[in-house]
């Protein structure tokens, strides 16, 4: 199975919250893990945003960093999939960088794995199975 990991899913893994048993247990039986390489900076975007007004120790940040990158094995450019997240933003009128994750699981026939409801609720509107 193939997975494409979003970056609210990856966050509650690395600083392992609430949702991250499951979610790690999903990502275990992946046999890879992808991500748009948008991933990388709104991983360390949000890292800084819990290090800058949660307080969150530069240690614990430096740790969450390495594993929430470390989880994903395959980084696709956003340029392969520019045409179709922006087409997915039109109709679905969402934010088109949510479209990117949306449209690598489309084009990969991947699980798309991920903590935001209403990303889940378009995945399951565009017929891309959710985690």
């Not at 991500?35 to 990388?40: G, H, K, N, R």
């Not at 009128?93 to 949510?98: E, F, G, K, N, S």
Request: charge should be neutral; aromatic fraction near 6%.
């Amino acid at each position: 199975m193939k997975v494409v990991l979003d970056t609210s899913a990856a966050i509650e893994v690395a600083l392992a919250r609430r949702l991250s048993a499951p979610l790690a247990a999903v990502l275990r039986e992946a046999d890879a893990v992808l991500a748009p390489d948008l991933f990388v900076a709104e991983v360390v975007n949000t890292i800084w945003k819990y290090h800058r007004f949660e307080g969150l120790s530069l240690d614990v940040c430096d740790r969450a960093l390495e594993a929430g990158l470390s989880l994903v094995d395959v980084v696709v450019p956003c340029r392969e999939l520019a045409s179709e997240a922006f087409l997915l933003a039109r109709i679905a009128r969402r934010p088109a960088y949510d479209m990117f994750y949306l449209a690598l699981a489309r084009s990969r026939d991947a699980v798309l794995l991920t903590t935001d409801a209403a990303l889940k609720k378009e995945a399951a509107r565009q017929g891309v199975r959710v985690g």
